[in-house]
């Protein structure tokens, strides 16, 4: 637990041990620790090595309060989902090739071919944003255990966009560094008020700064086709 001079509490943690849900209980109870010198130095080790791995990190925002939950709803599509198609859209926008993530692999051809129509003005547009929608809605009731066991689940581990979203308004913001050395972390969430997300890459690889920038560009794009075509 960090807390900063104006009272605002951070909680930084590693992350192998279990999902971030978990640590959304920990921010509503209070706990007392007794800490011998041994734990102390231990605190004071920790602190040196997580400020030297914090600085090969670049830190990028992007919020956006032209959509938000209800509205994404009200044209029946999944926020999530729009979310997703935004951060694809800014990856391809940005290095002209489509990124993975291992989150329910939201990188489909449904999402390829929304991108493609974006970028070369063809197509239905409303008509691709529905079906990325519900692939990516189906995909995420799907078990997929035997990929695991494929031949490529290697090649596929080399996840260059790495996202994920806790569904809550009690955390202002978070984040979490990318997995591959040229990859993007991306913490995001879309609630009543707006959606954004907070971006990591590491320095001397690919900007996160400009990646938030790109995403935005994205999210604009997709409000226009949804206001145009599928508000309701």
Same mark, same amino acid.
């Given at each position: ?14 992350? +192998? ?8 209980? @920990?921010?509503? %109870?209070?706990?007392?620790?007794? =800490?011998? *010198?041994? /734990? ?65 692999? +939201? ?8 991108? @493609?129509?974006? %970028?070369?003005?063809?197509?239905? =547009?409303? *008509?691709? /944003? ?84 790109? =995403?935005? *560009?994205? /999210? ?13």
């Amino acid at each position: 637990m960090i807390v900063d001079a104006n009272g605002m509490a951070t909680i930084n943690f590693e992350h +192998s041990w279990g999902d971030g849900v978990a640590i959304l209980r @920990l921010m509503e %109870e209070s706990f007392h620790f007794t =800490l011998s *010198e041994s /734990l102390r130095q231990k605190i004071k080790d920790a602190q040196e090595k997580h400020v030297a791995v914090g600085s090969r990190l670049r830190i990028g925002t992007a919020e956006y309060f032209g959509m938000n939950r209800k509205f994404i709803k009200r044209s029946k599509l999944s926020p999530d989902s729009i979310m997703q198609l935004a951060v694809q859209l800014a990856f391809y926008k940005l290095f002209n090739e489509f990124g993975r993530t291992e989150c329910v692999r +939201s990188a489909t051809c449904a999402t390829r071919d929304t991108v @493609l129509a974006v %970028e070369n003005g063809q197509g239905d =547009l409303a *008509e691709l /944003l529905k079906k990325c929608s519900a692939v990516h809605s189906q995909m995420i009731k799907e078990a997929a255990t035997e990929l695991f066991n494929s031949d490529v689940y290697q090649y596929m581990n080399q996840f260059v966009i790495s996202t994920s979203t806790l569904a809550t308004e009690t955390v202002v913001l978070g984040g979490f560094g990318p997995v591959v050395p040229d990859g993007f972390g991306i913490a995001y969430n879309v609630v009543p008020a707006k959606m954004g997300a907070v971006i990591l890459s590491y320095n001397g690889q690919r900007d996160a700064t400009i990646f938030a920038d790109a =995403l935005l *560009e994205s /999210l604009d794009i997709l409000k226009n086709t949804i206001e145009k075509k599928l508000l309701i």
